[in-house]
């Protein structure tokens, strides 16, 4: 514990990086995050004159705070450093290396969160629509879509599904989320409806073109996993067919209207958390904000005493 008292803040860096990828499972892009929000802390400490952990006190996370905002960052990306800070100093306080709360007094920066781009329920049915029925890619987009919008996965999630974590008889999907998290999402009808003539007609002739056997449920063009950028690009060309603004859809877009769909239908906001896999409630709350904004744009547009104009999303 001595030894690692008189270490310096960049190799305790280090070693926090090391425990939140390795013990903690956070996802690689979190943890390239938190490097350089905490690369920027450790460059300030040394400026400081405070290079070792031994050094370190609350001023200085205090000061830290100030100099981020005279440097011209926005309360965002103020918010996200201080938030790494927080956690790796908490870190070296578990450890017993630093001792008292350095953050204490410390408060984020406030910031108004955007409203996220949602689409209307019968825009994210016409999408669904435009998919096509054509074997083999046809009926694997459309049940990708199916999916991403009667489960409200993360675009990662979807491409990352293996055929193992369909249970097709409970109608029940195994997802591995951020930071290796297991969580189980029921699909409705439709999906599954669109799963089978998947399974039975598209995947078949797809697993036909790849040189060893894929455990992926969906299959791109040469039999491999699915990524990403290919569903991507599939998508934008989906969203021309159904005529909707391709600066519009997304595969977050449709996780959106999930949600919000869902909590219009009257879900309860715990169970929407736990389907989404949010780790904070704060998180998924943002969705009523959405749900509000839509009930706005009604009486907007169809009561007498409304404007008659749409609001702008």
Not at 256 to 264: G, M, S, V
């Amino acid at each position: 514990m001595a030894g690692a008292e008189k270490g310096s803040v960049v190799e305790a860096v280090q070693r926090f990086l090391v425990y939140a990828a390795v013990e903690r499972g956070l996802a690689p892009r979190t943890i390239d995050a938190y490097g350089r929000d905490l690369a920027r802390f450790s460059a300030y400490l040394e400026m400081r004159g405070a290079a070792r952990v031994s050094n370190l006190e609350r001023r200085h996370v205090v000061e830290f705070a100030r100099w981020l905002e005279a440097e011209g960052l926005g309360s965002r990306s103020r918010a996200r450093a201080l938030v790494a800070t927080r956690r790796f100093l908490r870190h070296l306080g578990a450890r017993g290396i630093l001792h008292g709360e350095a953050t204490e007094g410390v408060a984020n920066p406030s910031y108004e969160r955007p409203l996220p781009r949602i689409l209307r329920a019968d825009e994210s049915a016409a999408l669904i629509e435009a998919a096509g029925s054509d074997v083999p890619l046809g009926v694997r987009d459309r049940a990708m879509l199916e999916v991403l919008y009667g489960a409200g996965l993360r675009v990662s999630e979807l491409v990352g599904l293996p055929l193992t974590g369909l249970d097709r008889r409970a109608g029940l999907l195994r997802v591995l989320g951020k930071g290796r998290k297991e969580r189980i999402v029921p699909l409705g009808r439709p999906a599954l409806e669109a799963i089978d003539a998947y399974l039975e007609e598209g995947r078949p002739l797809l697993a036909r073109a790849a040189r060893r056997d894929a455990d992926a449920l969906f299959l791109s063009r040469r039999g491999g996993a699915m990524t990403r950028q290919n569903f991507f690009t599939r998508l934008r060309g989906i969203a021309r067919r159904a005529e909707i603004p391709v600066d519009r859809v997304s595969p977050h877009v449709l996780r959106h209207a999930f949600a919000t769909d869902l909590l219009e239908g009257g879900a309860d906001l715990r169970a929407v958390q736990s389907m989404l896999g949010h780790a904070d409630l704060s998180t998924t709350q943002i969705y009523t904000h959405v749900s509000r904004a839509r009930l706005r744009e009604t009486v907007e547009t169809h009561h007498p005493r409304g404007s008659g104009r749409r609001s702008r999303r």
